[in-house]
């Protein structure tokens, strides 16, 4: 039922004012002086084997030099956006001040080796991108929204740290070093325990399911808060299980866990983006899928990939959320013409789909190792063949270019897309070679095969359009994609009386 009292109010703020504050002008030069710092500290972390120790408190390693240099490099475009964005905003300082304070707290994460820092700093980030959701604070509904991702913040805060206090207790360090160098002689059941709050933590700071609806209420932010969240704060998940990976990947069962939990929450997402008519809630959607699918890369064993993942997204994603008004329209949207693609259409899609998979495991070394073992990398390489069969159909079908060029050109744009994914792969895993566990593919069990049937399953569902010829399918998927209710904006029409 519609409730007006949550949904119809809305305050109308003051007509802002241009502000002269050298604020914004300086922490945009500040952000992109960071970025240029990271890039040294990437090269050195990369040709000269430098790790910079602050006893007992920082870690520099190869992880937190990629991430300084994501982190800065999104952290700069936000900032540079945002100033032509942003101008007249009564906050503008206020916003500013949060986003470079965001910019610290998530560096400080990565870098951080006491374990004390490390949750305040897991605590911060949170806090502070809470504040910029309900950047607007004359609207109820962004207050409201606010308020709800603080409170999934602070239970994800509050599984961080009663993990690591466990951790602490088993091995008596209290550094992340030294409990990873610890664990032997920590006990299975305690090492179950840890790993549960880290693998919850990361669930409710990457939005999977059924932690999701802070992310799908959280389109109250301005739209660069909305795209430094999505590009750059909700794959702190992947992080945390990179970090941790030798807790997490302990047990073959519990990995397997994370298997599950991120093909679900992948699927689901890719799902409630089919019903999605809301331009920020698709990618909000995307976003889910997206993580889904970064956590199930750490569960297969693959932590370097989950990193190149979530670079790989972070730039997509970006550029989608800052750029998502071009793509309002204030007229009835057309249909995109769908070309019947026939028998050879699907014969080029499936080479395509086939070499893609052949090409990405022999630029990872993946194909060797399946010579040898059949391992986790199988999924992998699975999904990346479902994937590159999804795309190369699509583009074929909405292409408008002659059929003997599409049917030449799509292959080769898919190939080229699937080797830059590989080549990040392998760069990010160069970088993270000295990162414990970074590439640690797994046996396969049930829990692989019964994830290879769901993504098998969920493409010939698309490819059918189930979710449109199944009513109950459709409402399903639209009932658990909705945001909170005291977090919807009103109508248009509400803003322009």
């Not at 209420?217 to 704060?233: E, W």
């Not at 750029?323 to 080029?348: C, D, I, N, Q, Y």
């Amino acid at each position: 039922m519609h409730d007006d009292s949550t949904t119809d109010e809305v305050h109308h703020a003051e007509p802002p004012t241009q502000s002269t504050s050298s604020v914004p002008r300086a922490a945009t030069w500040s952000v992109w002086t960071l970025f240029l710092a990271s890039l040294g500290v990437l090269g050195l972390t990369a040709w000269g084997g430098h790790e910079w120790v602050l006893p007992d408190a920082l870690v520099i390693d190869g992880l937190t030099a990629v991430m300084w240099v994501v982190v800065t490099f999104f952290s700069g475009i936000v900032h540079s956006y945002s100033r032509r964005y942003m101008a007249g905003d009564r906050d503008l300082n206020w916003f500013y001040g949060r986003i470079f304070a965001f910019t610290l707290v998530v560096m400080t994460l990565t870098a951080a080796d006491h374990v004390a820092l490390f949750a305040l700093a897991w605590l911060g980030m949170g806090l502070a991108m809470a504040s910029l959701i309900g950047h607007v604070r004359e609207w109820t509904q962004a207050r409201s929204a606010a308020s709800l991702a603080r409170r999934y913040f602070a239970a994800s805060s509050a599984l961080l740290a009663g993990s690591l206090g466990v951790l602490v207790w088993a091995t008596g360090a209290t550094t992340v070093t030294g409990i990873l160098g610890g664990l032997e002689g920590a006990s299975t059941t305690v090492l179950l325990v840890a790993a549960s709050g880290i693998l919850l933590a990361a669930m409710l700071q990457s939005a999977l399911f059924p932690f999701h609806n802070w992310l799908l209420s959280s389109m109250t932010a301005p739209t660069p808060a909305s795209a430094l969240m999505h590009a750059g704060f909700v794959n702190a998940g992947g992080v945390l299980l990179t970090r941790f990976a030798p807790v997490v990947g302990e047990e073959l069962l519990f990995m397997s866990v994370i298997v599950i939990v991120g093909a679900f929450s992948a699927l689901l997402g890719q799902a409630m983006l089919l019903v999605q008519t809301d331009v920020k809630r698709e990618l909000g959607s995307s976003t889910i899928a997206q993580m889904g699918f970064m956590i199930m890369q750490c569960g297969l064993g693959f932590f370097a990939a989950a990193i190149a993942h979530l670079i790989l997204h972070g730039f997509y994603k970006a550029y989608l959320f800052l750029s998502s008004g071009a793509s309002v329209e204030h007229t009835a949207p057309k249909h995109a013409e769908r070309t019947h693609l026939g028998f050879p259409g699907l014969a080029v899609s499936l080479l395509t789909a086939v070499g893609a998979g052949v090409l990405f495991m022999a630029l990872t070394g993946k194909l060797s190792d399946l010579a040898l073992t059949l391992d986790s990398g199988l999924v992998l390489t699975v999904v990346v063949v479902l994937t590159t069969l999804t795309a190369a159909r699509d583009i074929l079908r909405r292409s408008t270019l002659p059929t003997s060029v599409r049917f030449v050109s799509v292959p080769l744009v898919v190939l080229v897309a699937i080797s830059g994914y590989a080549i990040a792969f392998n760069a990010v895993s160069t970088m993270l070679a000295d990162v414990p566990m970074a590439y640690a593919p797994t046996d396969l069990t049930v829990a692989h095969y019964l994830v290879v049937a769901l993504f098998v399953s969920a493409y010939l569902a698309t490819e059918l359009a189930w979710h449109r010829s199944s009513e109950r399918l459709y409402v399903s998927l639209l009932n658990v994609s909705q945001p909170a209710p005291s977090t919807i904006l009103t109508d248009k029409e509400e803003y322009d009386k």
